[in-house]
């Protein structure tokens, strides 16, 4: 089974600032990498899939790049309603898998 | 509008059994898969299992195979996960989530329902 690793696991962030999350897969998972936002009590959203392909009304702050095992997920304003849990997760070898997530906490 | 609403919170006893529901509205429900996701309390998301409710065609985790079932009733739209014999270690949020294939991103997810058990 592959495993995706998050980091950090927890990144303090002023608003407006710059925020970089990474995710680094156990082997290679190609481009088929995707992000989610989960905030406190509510369902996850979906941010990214392709690796770097926004989904439907997802701002253009939120960018995501890499391929193979490495990847980032870039916030490049954040926002007060930016700070929450996001996690990675592969859908490219079975069984699919979640990173741990990366906290981004107002600094 | 695409929705998944799932049942409410349980509070059930080691031993018991339990099945949890998520209907869908607002598109084809036998032409995308529902996925189940187990978060434990402050922890992170873990995939349990899909199904398609077209064929009713199952997968699971690894992990999951076998401490639970997944169902659907393409009928009334509406996919389950059940229990045979509760744990205390299944006290967990579960969210129901759909999926264009079985191998994919999840799209539109459920408000996810509290399952606690306790003795």
Redesign the interface.
């Known amino acids: 089974e592959i495993v995706m690793t998050q980091s950090p696991a927890t990144l303090s962030v002023s608003p407006g600032e710059r925020a970089t999350l990474s995710c680094r897969a156990s082997q290679s998972v190609r481009s088929n990498l995707a992000w989610y936002q989960q905030k406190p009590g509510q369902a996850p959203r979906l941010l990214i899939y392709s690796a770097s392909t926004r989904a439907t009304d997802i701002p253009a702050r939120f960018s995501g790049s890499g391929s193979g095992t490495e990847f980032t997920l870039t916030i490049s304003s954040l926002q007060s309603e930016d700070f929450a849990v996001y996690y990675c997760q592969q859908y490219n070898n079975w069984p699919p898998a979640f990173g741990q997530g990366t906290k981004v906490e107002i600094k | 509008e695409v929705q998944l609403v799932q049942s409410g919170a349980e509070v059930n006893k080691p031993g018991e059994s339990l099945k949890i529901s998520c209907k869908g509205s607002g598109y084809s429900f036998t032409s995308y898969w529902i996925?189940w996701?187990r978060q434990m309390p402050g922890k992170?998301?873990?995939?349990m299992g899909i199904i398609y409710p077209g064929d009713s065609d199952t997968?699971?985790?690894?992990?999951f195979q076998g401490q639970v079932t997944i169902s659907a009733d393409k009928s009334i739209s509406t996919a389950y996960l059940q229990w045979s014999s509760l744990k205390a270690s299944d006290t967990a949020m579960y969210?129901c989530?759909r999926a264009p294939a079985a191998?994919?991103?999840?799209?539109y997810?459920?408000?996810?329902t509290l399952v606690t058990v306790s003795s």
């Not at chain 2, 997810?109 to 996810?112: D, I, L, V």
């Open positions: 996925g996701v992170g998301l873990e995939w997968r699971y985790s690894p992990s969210y989530a191998m994919t991103v999840y799209d997810w459920g408000q996810g």
